[in-house]
Antibody
Framework: EVQLLESGGGLVQPGGSLRLSCAAS????????MSWVRQAPGKGVEWVSTISSTGRSAYYAGSVKGRFTISRDNSMNTVYLQMNSLRVEDTAVYYC??????????????WGQGSLVTVSS | EIVLTQSPATLSLSPGERATLSCRASQSVSNYLAWYQQKPGQAPRLLIYDTSNRATGIPARFSGSGSGTDFTLTISSLEPEDFAVYYC??????????FGPGTKVDLK
């Protein structure tokens, strides 16, 4: 059974930093692209970032480009999201999501339970 | 960036009724469209991908259709557990991957 477990969320002041982690199990992690998707309170779903299975390629939404960095450690079956220069509008539940196939297709067939990030003074 | 719009925003129906949800793209996404279901306090769940393929374990009452810019998710006969928010998502032209704003299916 696929399991994705996020951690690292919390309360941070505007301009601060936070690193989210997502520990994966139940599948061959190194074969799959991984993504972060967020959802502001009471709002819809927004794609944030994707990293290829090898970690060589990374993609970002315009709203976070230059501030967030996605990375992965295939030996630890973990994907990370380093968030810098946080803004109030980054407040959201951040989900880790697994791609449906080994060749990235952009469909998310497994999701974590989410980690709440609150940016507030 | 491809913008997805969904209609209606809210659909009020009773169990056993048919639900028809619409998703429209600002430009063609070919057949690269998916649907997700989200219940309160839960992560989204993949229902349909590539317009019409049901994801693993998804009941046959869920079906998807369309192409280009206009897509439909149909729930043939609503079960109590189907009352939720439904999002469409495209992967045709990315980054960014984009989602629609959602349609809430609630109890009439």
């Amino acid at each position: 059974e696929v399991q994705l477990l996020e951690s690292g969320g919390g309360l941070v002041q505007p301009g601060g930093s936070l690193r989210l982690s997502c520990a994966a199990s139940g599948f061959t992690f190194s074969n799959y692209a991984m993504s972060w998707v967020r959802q502001a309170p009471g709002k819809g779903v927004e794609w944030v970032s994707t990293i290829s299975s090898t970690g060589r390629s990374a993609y970002y939404a315009g709203s976070v480009k230059g501030r967030f960095t996605i990375s992965r450690d295939n030996s630890m079956n973990t994907v990370y999201l380093q968030m810098n220069s946080l803004r109030v509008e980054d407040t959201a539940v951040y989900y880790c999501a697994k791609d449906k196939t080994g060749n990235f297709v952009g469909w998310f067939d497994s999701w974590g339970q989410g980690s709440l990030v609150t940016v507030s003074s | 960036e491809i913008v997805l719009t969904q209609s209606p925003a809210t659909l009020s129906l009773s169990p056993g009724e048919r639900a028809t949800l619409s998703c429209r793209a600002s430009q063609s996404v070919s057949n690269y469209l998916a649907w997700y279901q989200q219940k309160p306090g839960q992560a989204p769940r993949l229902l349909i991908y590539d317009t019409s393929n049901r994801a693993t374990g998804i009941p046959a009452r869920f079906s998807g259709s369309g192409s280009g810019t206009d897509f439909t998710l149909t729930i043939s006969s609503l079960e109590p557990e189907d009352f939720a928010v439904y999002y469409c998502q495209q992967r045709s032209n990315w980054p960014p991957l984009t989602f629609g704003p959602g349609t809430k299916v609630d109890l009439k």
